[in-house]
């Protein structure tokens, strides 16, 4: 079992910036590669970013590319989602999650991943 708990959400106007955590319990968190998703009312859920096992290797949708920047740390089992210039398009529920394939390339279908934390909710307006 793998525990994820999302925090960091809130609401901002156009142009500004929040960081999302989300905190990894349970199994060897370094063993998986983790990955943001989120989700609009009325749309499916939909790859945001994620981030290999070592941590050397990230990928984005290309929307989010050059604003968003995805990091973990191996001593805490944090991921962090760093969102700059966001645009009201940004606005939805942030999932985190974890694929327990230990596979060795990044995926970005929501079918994917194992383990899912509870969501927060950014949203972007003026």
């Known amino acids: 079992q793998v525990q994820l708990v999302e925090s960091g959400g809130g609401s901002v106007q156009p142009g500004g910036s929040l960081r999302l955590s989300c905190a990894a319990s349970?199994?060897?968190?370094?063993?998986?590669?983790m990955g943001w998703f989120r989700q609009a009312p009325g749309k499916e859920r939909e790859f945001v970013s994620a981030?290999?096992?070592?941590?050397?290797?990230?990928r984005y949708v290309n929307s989010v590319k050059g604003r968003f920047t995805v990091s973990r740390l191996f001593d805490t089992n944090t991921m962090y989602l760093e969102m700059n210039n966001l645009k009201p398009e940004d606005t939805a529920v942030y999932y985190c999650?974890?694929?327990?394939?230990?596979?060795?390339?990044?995926?970005?279908?929501?079918?994917?991943?194992?383990?899912w934390g509870q969501g927060t909710q950014v949203t972007v307006s003026s």
């Open positions: 999650a974890v694929d327990t394939s230990r596979a060795e390339v990044i995926r970005v279908r929501v079918q994917n991943y194992d383990y």
């Open positions: 981030i290999s096992r070592s941590g050397a290797d990230t």
């Open positions: 349970g199994r060897t968190y370094s063993n998986y590669v």
